[in-house]
């Protein structure tokens, strides 16, 4: 009879604690939906938060944000890990203010409820930073805070809760400040700078290997626009995007395509980063660049003549066909092009196109009547001195002079 009653009393006693749990449950789902913005109906919200016992102030309120990293694997370390923190933020707070928390995976919000006699949150940094170092000390949890605005009308909720997560972010993405305000969020600026003229420099770098000089572009592209954490997280974000898709611009064709999906480089860009190590991510990616371009000049060197000239041959005639527009086509510097043309020719481009070009000549000045400034137009100069000059220069002779003496050898040789 006994064992019956204290089995009956565990069932009403776990029953008990079941249904506590699932207010909780309740509670906290629900909240998180009204911040969300998910429900919008207010005298729904009113009579919902009246039978789960939250109380929201229409005096003001504020909502809170921490979002936290670190050893954390599975369900059980997040839930464990949110216990902590909350335990200790609430401890904080809830000796100024009553307040309401919910939980979602690495985040927890707290409104707070607060009025013209309350203290202000800005009183409590100190306490509030001493909190999240000690966490981060004794459970290796590194925690970020966002702190709206204060509100005062219960459809407002949402839009203190977007404040308090773009303040959060933004403290998530700084090197040396942990506690963001709604306030500082609209002190930053959304406009950065990655001129045209930096972002040529840093694929030329690249392009040629020159792995210092790119890295060095890079830091100061970052330092210039982070220094004094006056930059908007989504203008951080979309200038870091910049600097990579220069990067992967600088190598040719596929170059990023074999890698694997978790290396994929704007796919660890998405990940929630500060901007040391999207900084990280961008030298370590430039790197990969820069040995891609060797690994593939080095693999153009074996064939490197006969691909110009070939291309010279289908192009001679182009007046825009320079040392520059042959860089453009091989996807490499001019300076550096000539360097590997001459070390394996032992002449330059410029000798190369011009070559070209006086072998065609000759052909039409053996073959037609066109005139000589005819001819140097059909073989890519703007100018008959120019071509006059180039011709004399290859074959000791003029065009006239070569014509002429042609003439006289086929003549010589029909009598």
Do not use: W
């Amino acid at each position: 009879m006994k064992r019956k009653k204290s089995k009956i009393r565990y069932s009403k006693e776990k029953m008990r604690k079941d249904l506590i749990q699932q207010k909780e449950t309740l509670k906290n789902n629900f909240l998180l939906n009204v911040m969300r913005g998910d429900v919008k109906d207010l005298k729904y919200i009113e009579e919902n938060f009246e039978q789960l016992g939250i109380f929201i102030s229409q005096n003001g309120f504020q909502i809170i944000t921490i979002e936290f990293n670190g050893a954390v694997d599975n369900n059980s370390e997040i839930i464990l890990s949110q216990f902590i923190i909350k335990n200790r933020v609430e401890k904080i707070l809830s000796t100024f203010y009553s307040l309401q928390s919910a939980e979602l995976l690495h985040r927890i919000s707290m409104i707070i409820n607060t009025d013209e006699n309350s203290i202000k949150i800005e009183k409590l940094q100190s306490q509030l930073q001493a909190a999240i170092e000690l966490i981060d000390h004794d459970h290796g949890i590194r925690c970020f805070i966002g702190i709206s605005h204060i509100h005062n009308n219960m459809g407002e909720i949402p839009d203190a809760y977007t404040e308090s997560l773009e303040a959060v972010t933004n403290a998530a993405m700084q090197e040396d400040k942990n506690i963001f305000y709604a306030e500082d969020v609209e002190k930053l600026s959304n406009q950065y700078e990655f001129t045209i003229e930096s972002e040529y420099r840093l694929i030329n770098h690249i392009k040629t290997s020159n792995k210092e000089q790119a890295f060095n572009i890079i830091e100061e592209v970052v330092c210039e626009n982070t220094k004094s954490h006056n930059l908007k997280i989504g203008y951080v974000q979309c200038l870091m995007f910049d600097i990579m898709g220069a990067i992967i611009r600088s190598v040719k064709e596929k170059g990023f395509s074999s890698m694997p999906v978790e290396k994929d480089p704007i796919r660890m860009m998405k990940e929630n980063l500060n901007i040391v190590e999207m900084k990280q991510i961008l030298l370590d990616f430039c790197s990969y660049a820069c040995e891609l371009n060797l690994s593939q000049k080095e693999m153009q060197k074996y064939n490197i003549e006969e691909d110009i000239n070939q291309y010279i041959r289908e192009h001679y005639f182009n007046p825009d066909l320079n040392v520059s527009m042959l860089g453009e086509t091989f996807h490499l510097t001019p300076a550096y092009l000539s360097k590997i043309y001459k070390s394996e020719t032992g002449n330059s481009l410029l000798y190369a196109i011009n070559s070209i070009r006086i072998e065609a000549s000759k052909k039409l000045l053996d073959e037609t009547d066109l005139s000589v400034n005819q001819i140097s137009k059909l073989v890519g100069y703007l100018y008959c001195n120019a071509f006059i000059r180039f011709f004399k220069k290859q074959t000791g002779l003029t065009p006239g002079q070569y014509k002429n003496l042609n003439k006289k050898q086929n003549k010589t040789i029909n009598e």
